[in-house]
T-cell receptor, first 112, second 112 residues
Framework: GENVEQHPSTLSVQEGDSAVIKCTYS??????FPWYKQELGKRPQLIID?????GEKKDQRIAVTLNKTAKHFSLHITETQPEDSAVYFC???????????FGKGTHLIIQP | DAGVIQSPRHEVTEMGQEVTLRCKPI?????LFWYRQTMMRGLELLIY????????DSGMPEDRFSAKMPNASFSTLKIQPSEPRDSAVYFC??????????FGPGTRLLVL
């Protein structure tokens, strides 16, 4: 089955700086890679996703890049703000009968 | 749309008791997922239904756990008998296919 590794487990950045979270996956058949944001005590919410036929996708301050050859994908947040503080999860799936396999999460802390 | 609905939101029970968690997916979604979240193990997929049929239950930890989806608008996750190590947040998620998943608010379960 799929295995997703996520790094770092904790990331602290100054407000206004950029943050990058990286994930690797094991199954070369995986073709869908979502990112979820989970605030304390709340549910995971989809913030951006990318499919294997695309190398990069942007949505305002958030971008995701995918390197299929290396089997890794990354989340980039620019101009970080206090409300970006949360746990971020990457995930991967190959479709068919597979569900999502999640990484362990990254606790992003935005320092004022 | 009310989103995914879960009940109860909080459950405190004693070891050995039966626990039933309930989920109502978003109308029109044909995939439903049950996850368990703990600090130690992160987000774990327990079971996945497609069109009310269980597709993958390899994540169900033991025979004490069972899940049903009698119709497109309702699913249950049952733990019998419950144990303290079952304490976690249980999320239900639904999807129009198997990719983009929308999470419910979760049920916080504490087994004493």
């Amino acid at each position: 089955g799929e295995n997703v590794e996520q790094h770092p487990s904790t990331l602290s950045v100054q407000e206004g700086d950029s943050a990058v979270i990286k994930c690797t996956y094991s199954d070369s058949a995986s073709n869908y890679f979502p990112w979820y944001k989970q605030e304390l005590g709340k549910r995971p919410q989809l913030i951006i996703d990318i499919r294997s036929n695309v190398g990069e996708k942007k949505d305002q301050r958030i971008a995701v890049t995918l390197n299929k050859t290396a089997k890794h994908f990354s989340l980039h947040i620019t101009e970080t703000q206090p409300e970006d503080s949360a746990v971020y999860f990457c995930a991967a799936t190959g479709g068919g009968a597979d569900g999502l396999t999640f990484g362990k999460g990254t606790h992003l802390i935005i320092q004022p | 749309d009310a989103g995914v609905i879960q009940s109860p939101r909080h459950e405190v029970t004693e070891m050995g008791q039966e626990v039933t968690l309930r989920c109502k997916p978003i109308s029109g979604h044909n995939s439903l997922f049950w996850y368990r979240q703990t600090m130690m193990r992160g987000l774990e997929l327990l079971i996945y239904f497609n069109n009310n049929v269980p597709i993958d239950d390899s994540g169900m930890p033991e025979d004490r756990f069972s899940a049903k989806m009698p119709n497109a608008s309702f699913s249950t996750l049952k733990i019998q008998p419950s144990e303290p190590r079952d304490s976690a947040v249980y999320f239900c998620a639904s999807s129009p296919r198997w990719e983009t998943q929308y999470f419910g608010p979760g049920t916080r379960l504490l087994v004493l």
